[in-house]
């Protein structure tokens, strides 16, 4: 028999069936409309991952206090991390461009009959480079701000936006702590971190703010929560990690593990990396299994159609088609069955994926391999669960399918 009028009978017979032909494809249909949908989710929450650690600035190491086993162990974290460190790192290690070191806490800053909670991180003049920060309006906290510990205060977009309303910020008094500040700077927007925003902050001359909003924590010096290093070019980012750790580990005549941590950009992002990429298998794989419970639905209803149609097979036979037109025939019918429902699948996961991009910040796209994937796996499945009905259909004798009639 023809390959194309084989293609034509399996089409006619299956729309002759049209509601038991779409129930039949419903397995696949979400089969692989998930598989579509999740690896674009998954990929498009890895992008997202990735654009926010660059808006921490270019080729940025951090440093924090304690390392992962000790805060696996406790919450409370050494004071051993100071901003003598910081210093010697912008002093002694050759491969670092800039360093920013930050001390901050979550504190209420007051302007006139608002009181809000906010974080107010104490810093030096080389916080905008480091880390990537412009300037809207005023100026940032200078040297000469952190040497006299002076009272200013720079803002972020959404924090004077909430205190201030349509008020120019610049030269507004407001309190932190009791301690009247002056703003000098407005930052423009920078976005939210994980989560963070990080235009709901204030920033403080460090010296201030170890002085007079947190007070001296540390007996080794002012304590600072972590210090921001920029190396001088990203080929220069892991000679500028081990000679911070080796710097620091003489500083803090260590001997055992190390009390800080080194941590590059590129490290965290893996991180986060991994953990999508877990999750995002996972995901597939529980889609997947919805594929083989549709292939195991189009085998069951292949059979079905087997013995409903056994008349149809003892008359093809006796007027002369041969077993292979047969399993031809059904097997053709499994496959259209498959791959329709793949093609809708598709269809269906694409405009998941389309519409998660634009209702949530994950930058989001179909991913042809996905799809490529998903269809490739729904002919095989067709192809796969569709012999056993194909082959007992085949194997039909045609006097006895006839007589059965």
Do not use: C, W
Not at 330 to 346: Q, R, T
């Amino acid at each position: 028999m023809d390959f194309v009028e084989s293609i034509k009978m399996a089409t006619t017979t299956l729309t002759a069936n049209r509601l038991r032909s779409v129930l039949t494809m419903l397995g696949m249909i979400i089969g692989n409309a998930s598989v579509v949908a999740m690896i674009g989710i998954g990929e498009g929450a890895q992008r997202f991952a990735s654009a926010q650690f660059e808006s921490l600035g270019p080729n940025v190491l951090f440093i924090t206090a304690g390392n992962d086993r000790a805060r696996n162990r406790t919450n409370v974290l050494p004071k051993t991390l100071v901003l003598q460190d910081a210093e010697a790192i912008a002093s002694q290690v050759p491969t670092v461009a800039h360093v920013a070191p930050q001390l901050q806490n979550q504190v209420p800053v007051v302007y006139r009959n608002q009181n809000k909670p906010t974080l107010v991180i104490g810093t030096t003049e080389l916080f905008p480079i480091v880390r990537d920060y412009d300037v809207a309006q005023g100026r940032f906290i200078t040297a000469q701000d952190v040497q006299r510990g002076n009272s200013v205060a720079v803002v972020g977009s959404d924090l004077a936006t909430n205190l201030f309303g349509t008020t120019n910020p610049i030269g507004q008094q407001l309190r932190i702590k009791n301690i009247t500040f002056r703003v000098v700077g407005l930052l423009k927007p920078k976005g939210a971190f994980l989560g963070n925003n990080q235009d709901d902050v204030i920033f403080v001359p460090i010296s201030t703010m170890a002085d007079r909003i947190i007070g001296r924590t540390s007996p080794f010096g002012t304590e600072v929560t972590f210090i921001s290093v920029s190396a001088q070019d990203e080929s220069k980012m892991a000679a500028a990690k081990t000679q911070i750790t080796n710097l620091l580990r003489l500083r803090h005549k260590i001997v055992a593990e190390d009390d800080f941590t080194v941590r590059s950009q590129d490290e965290a992002l893996n991180i986060i990396g991994a953990v999508t990429g877990a999750l995002t298998i996972m995901l597939v794989a529980i889609a997947g299994i919805s594929l083989i419970v549709g292939g195991i639905g189009i085998m069951n209803i292949m059979l079905v159609s087997v013995t409903e149609r056994t008349q149809e097979i003892g008359l093809r036979k006796a007027i002369g088609a041969t077993q292979s037109d047969i399993l031809v025939q059904f097997l053709i019918e499994s496959i259209i069955l498959s791959a329709a429902g793949g093609i809708l699948g598709i269809v269906i996961g694409a405009g998941t994926v389309f519409l998660v991009g634009a209702l949530t910040p994950l930058q989001t796209s179909v991913s042809v391999p996905a799809i490529a994937l998903a269809f490739s796996v729904s002919g095989g499945i067709g192809v796969f669960f569709g012999v056993v009905p194909a082959q007992r259909a085949s194997r039909l004798d045609p006097i006895v399918a006839l007589r059965s009639a």
